[in-house]
């Protein structure tokens, strides 16, 4: 089975303050996504990565980074949090290349982050 | 841009009733289309896809290009059915996720 994990299930920070969301997965893929979830907007794809210290911006960046130094991990970052950044926050991967989700993607459990 | 929508936000039905998720999507080309089952304090997982033509669960969707949907059904809901569905669409290096349906099979 693959396993996707999250650092933290739960999250609170201060506005301004900067903010790790880290995630692992074990099956060796080669991509890797984060992605926000919000009631009534579905899944947003904020980054991904093909491979190791490469990235892409998705449909919303602004206000993320991220890194991926490792094959297996993928950090997002949120250099100074705002509340509008108060959100679930989702990790998947998969073998697939490219964003084409081919055999489906595995995700995480889920870091809910709240912002005050 | 491309779209998914999923006109419902919430569908109730009785448990042994037949049920429908509907989505529809805005693409011109060959699309993969996928549905994403979120069930309560668990994580997403993919449910199914059309390329495989499978049966999850119980569940089937049949990809229609004239009408560009890819509706989930079953025939006989139970109440563990209840959760998140999202139908999500894949092009190309692309993709997007509808923004879901809540299902909640009533006793």
């Known amino acids: 089975d693959v396993k996707v994990t999250q650092s933290s299930r739960y999250l609170v920070k201060r506005t301004g303050e900067k903010v790790f969301l880290e995630c692992v997965q074990d099956?060796?893929?080669?991509?890797m996504f984060w992605y926000r979830q919000d009631p009534g907007l579905g899944l947003r794809l904020i980054y991904f990565s093909y491979d190791v210290k490469m990235k892409e911006k998705g449909d919303i960046p602004e206000g993320y980074s991220v890194s991926r130094e490792k094959k297996e991990r993928f950090s997002l970052i949120l250099e100074s949090a705002s509340t509008n950044q108060t959100s679930m926050y989702l990790c998947?991967?998969?073998?697939?290349?490219?964003?084409?989700?081919?055999?489906?993607?595995?995700f995480g459990p889920g870091t809910r982050l709240t912002v005050l | 841009a491309q779209r998914v929508t999923q006109p419902e936000k919430l569908l109730s039905v009785f448990k042994g009733a037949p049920v429908e998720l509907k989505c529809n999507y805005s693409?011109?080309?060959?699309?993969?289309l996928f549905w994403y089952v979120q069930y309560s304090r668990q994580r997403l997982q993919l449910l199914l896809r059309h390329i495989s033509r499978e049966s999850i669960k119980g569940f089937t969707a049949d990809l229609n290009k004239g009408e560009t949907s890819f509706h989930l059904k079953k025939p006989f809901a139970q109440e563990e059915d209840s959760a998140m569905y999202y139908c999500?669409?894949?092009?190309?290096?692309?993709?997007?996720f509808g923004p879901g349906t809540r299902l909640s099979v009533l006793p």
């Open positions: 099956m060796d893929h080669e991509n």
């Open positions: 999500a669409l894949s092009y190309g290096q692309n993709f997007v």
């Open positions: 998947a991967s998969s073998l697939t290349s490219g964003r084409t989700m081919g055999n489906g993607q595995f």
């Open positions: 693409y011109s080309g060959s699309p993969e």
